[in-house]
Structure formats: C-alpha cells, structure tokens
C-alpha cells in the first residue's frame, strides 16, 4: 500500500437523536495497543454512560479490524462504526461512540442509523491527514546551485535537514510514486551539477493534503 488515510489526533462531536445523547470520539495513529488504551480512556470518561461502543481498524492494510456493540442489540452499533471508517479508507484509526439513552428506544434500523451519523458527524469535524510511502533524496549542490533548487525543493518535498558547509546537503522526503520526476527536475534545475541520491523509504505525513 503506498498510502493510507487517518484522523489525525483526537476529535470530538456530540449528536442528539430522539433524546439520546451520542457522543463520538475519534483517535488516529492508533495501533491495537493504542486503540485498546483510548477505549479504555473513554469509558473511564463516562462511566455513566448506558453504552460505550466502538471500532477500529489498526494497521495499514485493515486487516486487524474489531468492534463492541457494548450491550446494544447485535449489529446495531459496531459493525455500523466499523463500516464507516472502511467507507471513509480511514486506517489506524479507533472510534467510539458513548450513548446516553434518552428514553425513547430507536428499534435497530435507528440504532443503526444513529450510530452512524454521530461517527460521520465527528469524522466531519476531525482532521485527516494522509501517509504516503515515500523516499528520502540526499541532495549536495554548491550555493549557487542550491539557490535555484530550494524554492522547488521546499514546494515539492518535506525537508528533513539542510546543512550548510563547503556547499549545501539537503536531505528531503518525496513521494515514491514521484521520485523520479524529482529527481529530473533537479537535474534540469542545476544543469546536471546537483549529486542526487536515493537513501531510504518510509511513510510520511502529508497534512493539509487532502
């Protein structure tokens, strides 16, 4: 997988249905561990609540996915939460939704359609960043050089370090799928006086990006 979606901190929305209080909370950069900690978190948060349900889905390609109707009729609430993070391509990411019955019973297509909306609500709210698998390119070039690579640099790439001694030496994270367009502009930009390099690859984060 050369991406993946997910909701960057920690985000919150309340939603009223029928009386019931749903309040969503949703968590990213979340591995099993983590994701088992936030839920554990949130029913600390209330333990009053008549439900805490949740879902999440904790590694990048989806596989490791579990959810808890947490005493609401089977399939009313869990897999509805799960089945929204699939559709919003959202990973390492947990959910959940705390219910405050108001006292009147919403049958199981409600139950559905209310956990469901609260979740969406709160994604709404949230910020999405993105991972991208990317390469890291070590660039040396002389000041001179460098001067007319920097502005391209900084506009294409996310600068990990730029160190300045006899010449430049900027090392720069690139999308993989864009690396070797990269690499050609630079060489075009510097008239083939650039050393170019790749060294490894990894996923970065892209925010604002989406």
């Given at each position: 997988m050369n991406s993946y979606k997910f909701v960057d901190g920690e985000h919150r929305a309340e939603t009223v249905i029928k009386r019931s209080r749903f309040i969503a909370t949703v968590f990213g950069e979340a591995d099993e561990q983590k994701a088992i900690a936030f839920i554990e978190k949130i029913k600390k948060e209330f333990p009053d609540a008549t439900h805490n349900c949740y879902a999440y889905t904790c590694d990048i390609l989806g596989n490791t996915n579990r959810f808890s109707d947490d005493g609401e009729p089977a399939g009313t609430a869990g897999q509805?939460?799960?089945?929204?993070?699939?559709?919003?391509?959202?990973?390492?990411?947990?959910?959940?939704?705390?219910?405050?019955?108001?006292?009147?019973?919403?049958?199981?297509?409600?139950?559905?359609?209310?956990?469901?909306?609260?979740?969406?609500?709160?994604?709404?709210?949230?910020?999405?960043?993105?991972?991208?698998?990317?390469?890291?390119?070590?660039?040396?070039?002389?000041?001179?050089?460098?001067?007319?690579?920097?502005?391209?640099?900084?506009?294409?790439?996310?600068?990990?370090?730029?160190?300045?001694?006899?010449?430049?030496?900027?090392?720069?994270?690139?999308?993989?799928?864009?690396?070797?367009?990269?690499?050609?502009?630079?060489?075009?930009?510097?008239?083939?006086?650039?050393?170019?390099k790749e060294d490894i690859k990894d996923y970065k984060v892209y925010r604002g990006a989406l």
């Amino acid at each position: 997988m050369n991406s993946y979606k997910f909701v960057d901190g920690e985000h919150r929305a309340e939603t009223v249905i029928k009386r019931s209080r749903f309040i969503a909370t949703v968590f990213g950069e979340a591995d099993e561990q983590k994701a088992i900690a936030f839920i554990e978190k949130i029913k600390k948060e209330f333990p009053d609540a008549t439900h805490n349900c949740y879902a999440y889905t904790c590694d990048i390609l989806g596989n490791t996915n579990r959810f808890s109707d947490d005493g609401e009729p089977a399939g009313t609430a869990g897999q509805p939460l799960l089945a929204v993070l699939k559709k919003q391509g959202l990973k390492m990411t947990a959910a959940v939704v705390t219910r405050y019955f108001g006292g009147v019973k919403l049958g199981a297509s409600g139950l559905v359609s209310a956990y469901t909306e609260a979740l969406v609500n709160a994604i709404n709210t949230a910020a999405i960043s993105e991972k991208v698998l990317s390469v890291r390119i070590v660039i040396e070039a002389d000041y001179s050089v460098f001067s007319s690579l920097e502005g391209f640099i900084r506009k294409n790439g996310l600068i990990e370090d730029i160190e300045y001694g006899d010449g430049v030496k900027a090392c720069v994270w690139v999308r993989d799928e864009e690396s070797k367009s990269f690499r050609e502009k630079i060489l075009a930009l510097s008239l083939g006086k650039a050393l170019i390099k790749e060294d490894i690859k990894d996923y970065k984060v892209y925010r604002g990006a989406l």
